[in-house]
């Protein structure tokens, strides 16, 4: 099956801190999303990537930015972490076409934010 | 921006009874929806696609998808407790180079 493997899984910052969250797959898909999930929210956008060099923002892009610097990474960064990005963050990646739909997620990092 | 929305909430199913979700997209350019599971304090992951008009069945799951309302429901038929989790309905709008828009999921507790 799909690799997908995140890091740190779980991690505790400061207020203002920096954090930066990372993903790799194995799976050569082109596409790699960040998700955040809390209570009540489902699974919301963060950034997505089609390939190395490329980031999109999603629906919730604000506090965050993206880094891809190549096929199998892609990475989540917290300039100024706030309370309130307190979360679960899923990675994942998909395929294209039809496929676009099937995407493979990676265990999560929980993130507190004090 | 894309909203799906999932109903309901939460659902108490007993062993061997149906469960039946519900999700509407509020995009008309939606044209695949998923569903994905997800078991507690695990990733989710995808449990079945619908992309036509009509019925899909797979084992005990079933999906259903009417287009023209944009809505799409699964169905868990001979519910187990293993069958206990977060159903995430999933719809992508825009074509191919869209990302998925999920719904806040349904919360299922099958009861032995």
């Known amino acids: 099956e799909a690799a997908v493997t995140q890091s740190p899984r779980n991690k505790v910052a400061v207020t203002g801190g920096k954090v930066t969250l990372s993903c790799n797959q194995t799976n050569n898909h082109n596409n790699m999303y960040w998700y955040r999930q809390d209570t009540g929210h489902g699974l919301r956008l963060i950034h997505y990537s089609y390939g190395a060099g490329s980031t999109e923002k999603g629906d919730i892009p604000d506090g965050y930015k993206a880094s891809r610097p190549s096929q199998e990474n892609f990475s989540l960064i917290l300039e100024l972490a706030t309370p309130s990005q307190t979360s679960v963050y899923f990675c994942a990646s998909g395929g294209t076409g039809e496929n676009t739909g099937q995407l493979y997620f990676g265990e999560g990092s929980k993130l507190t934010v004090l | 921006q894309q909203k799906v929305q999932q109903s309901p909430e939460s659902l108490i199913v007993p062993e061997g009874g149906m469960a039946s979700l519900n999700c509407t997209s509020s995009d008309r350019n939606v044209d695949y929806f998923w569903w994905y599971r997800q078991h507690s304090g695990k990733s989710p992951k995808m449990l079945m696609s619908i992309f036509s008009n009509g019925e899909k069945e797979e084992g005990r799951f079933t999906v259903h998808l009417n287009k023209a309302s944009l809505h799409t429901s699964l169905h868990i038929r001979d519910s187990q407790p293993s069958d206990s989790a977060l159903y995430l309905c999933?719809?992508?709008?825009?074509?191919?180079?869209?990302?998925?828009?999920f719904g806040s999921g349904t919360k299922v507790i099958v009861l032995p």
């Open positions: 999933a719809a992508r709008g825009g074509g191919f180079a869209s990302a998925l828009t």
